[in-house]
Nanobody, 126 residues
Framework: QVQLVESGGGLVQAGGSLTVSCLAS????????MGWFRQAPGKEREFVSAITWSGGSTVDADSVKGRFTISRDNAKNTVYLQMNSLKPEDTAVYYC???????????????????WGRGTLVIVSS
């Protein structure tokens, strides 16, 4: 099972940008579809963005479409989430996720996730 560690969270003003990253262990990173979820206080963990194991396709939640960009660098065993035009409602703990090997589902269901990171906090001030 892959091990995931997020980094890059912090405090940013509304309208600003921030990039969070996720470092994965293991020799099979390139075989996992990867994603990002987030959880705000008092709310359920929700899907943000995902990228296929090949990196050829991505999917975004409507709330972040056009503002966030997911990418991966398999040589570095790392997935990134570039967040632009941040809003206060983006404030949450952001979790890296690895889907099952060769996953071809629709990515939105957190119960499909095979492994989670511990999260990194992003706070967007107004």
């Amino acid at each position: 099972q892959v091990q995931l560690v997020e980094s890059g969270g912090g405090l940013v003003q509304a309208g600003g940008s921030l990039t969070v990253s996720c470092l994965a262990s293991g020799r099979t990173f390139s075989s996992y579809a990867m994603g990002w979820f987030r959880q705000a206080p008092g709310k359920e963990r929700e899907f943000v963005s995902a990228i296929t194991w090949s990196g050829g396709s991505t999917v975004d939640a409507d709330s972040v479409k056009g503002r966030f960009t997911i990418s991966r660098d398999n040589a570095k065993n790392t997935v990134y989430l570039q967040m632009n035009s941040l809003k206060p409602e983006d404030t949450a703990v952001y979790y890296c996720a690895a889907y099952p090997l060769w996953y071809t589902g629709n990515y939105y269901d957190r119960n499909d996730v095979d492994a989670w990171g511990r999260g990194t906090l992003v706070i967007v001030s107004s």
